[in-house]
Nanobody, 120 residues
Framework: QVELVESGGGLVQPGGSLRLSCAAS????????MSWDRQAPEKQRELVAR???????SYADSVNGRFTISRDNAKNTVYLQMDSLIPEDTAIYFC??????????????WGQGTQVTVSS
């Protein structure tokens, strides 16, 4: 079993930055990738960023060039650095730990979610 604890959300003005953290514990040897999703009101949940155990990264088009996902293996923590934030980034952000079977990702665990609000 994998447990995830998120931190770092809050209120920020447009153009500002925030860094989200997701600390993992438990059976982390099963984890192939760590990802961040976001859920905005009345919108579909969106996969924002993913980083694999090989440090391969991928991003949604909506955040590419503004967000950076990274990991600290010594701390079993994944970060999402969010720069040049815009009001459309307002959402609840969830990290999740993923395994892989063939080319299909499946989620092992979810974080509790952290609110990010971008507003002046």
């Amino acid at each position: 079993q994998v447990e995830l604890v998120e931190s770092g959300g809050g209120l920020v003005q447009p153009g500002g930055s925030l860094r989200l953290s997701c600390a993992a514990s438990g059976s982390i040897s099963k984890v192939y990738a760590m990802s961040w999703d976001r859920q905005a009101p009345e919108k579909q949940r969106e996969l924002v960023a993913r980083i694999t155990i090989s440090n391969d990264t991928s991003y949604a088009d909506s955040v590419n060039g503004r967000f950076t996902i990274s990991r600290d293996n010594a701390k079993n923590t994944v970060y999402l650095q969010m720069d040049s934030l815009i009001p459309e980034d307002t959402a609840i952000y969830f990290c999740h730990a993923d395994a892989i079977s063939g080319s299909h990702y499946y989620t092992l665990a979810w974080g509790q979610g952290t609110q990010v609000t971008v507003s002046s």
